[in-house]
């Protein structure tokens, strides 16, 4: 497609459960953000992707989040025993990976944890 | 710890005059600043981008401003329409990239 694709764009989960959420960048694109955002605020840097490698996952809050992009291309964001507060809005972006660099998001998945 | 902070939530400014949004960050190793604009129920849309090697980069109403001394940026818009009415995220990026928390900016008729 021509844009960054997340799904599902909604998601209500049961405390508890365990969710995946999915994100298609763009054809070609090296790399690849996972970002949490609450409401009101800037959204929050989870982890980074260059191709398949995960350069970066300081920012998963805990060991229940876990990503992946086995590929190099779809990525695969996982939180396992959801708990309230991991509802946000989670965005996805894709770059070429080079030098200066400008992020292309998807449009998010709204996730709520009852 | 906020990386890069957006102390005013909130501008409002009338049509047709400048828009000025500010950005500071705490991190000197940040060598590409951005700014994204967003609307309700989409993920942000880049706006516009400068390096650190620069201290101006124009874009027809959108000018952002980096004065690395002061770790301080800023976007001008000018002049202000309607349709600008959006969050603008200031981002930062040294090889992550790093977002503050937003100004709503709503621009009135």
């Known amino acids: 497609g021509a844009g960054v694709s997340q799904s599902p764009r909604y998601k209500v989960a049961k405390r508890g459960q365990d969710v995946a959420l999915r994100c298609d960048p763009i054809s070609g694109h090296v790399s690849l953000f996972w970002y949490q955002q609450a409401l009101g605020q800037g959204p929050e840097f989870l982890t980074y992707f260059q191709n398949e490698a995960q350069l970066d996952k300081s920012g998963l809050p805990s060991d229940r989040f876990f990503a992946e992009r086995p590929e190099g291309s779809v990525s695969t964001l996982k939180i396992q025993r959801t708990q309230q507060e991991d509802s946000a809005v989670y965005l996805c972006a894709s770059g070429t990976g080079t030098g200066y660099e400008k992020l292309f998001f998807g449009s998010g998945t709204q996730l709520s944890v009852l | ?109």
């Open chain 2, 1 to 109: 710890d906020q990386q890069v902070k957006q102390n005013s939530p909130s501008l409002s400014v009338q049509e047709g005059r400048i828009s000025i949004l500010n950005c500071d960050y705490t991190n000197s190793m940040f060598d590409y600043f951005l700014w994204y604009k967003k609307y309700p129920a989409e993920g942000p849309t880049f706006l516009i981008s400068i390096s650190s090697i620069k201290d101006k980069n124009e874009d027809g109403r959108f000018t952002v401003f980096l004065n690395k001394s002061a770790k301080h940026l800023s976007l001008h818009i000018v002049p202000s329409q309607p349709g600008d009415s959006a969050v603008y995220f200031c981002a930062a990026s040294g090889g992550d990239m790093r977002f503050g928390a937003g100004t709503r900016l709503t621009v009135k008729p």
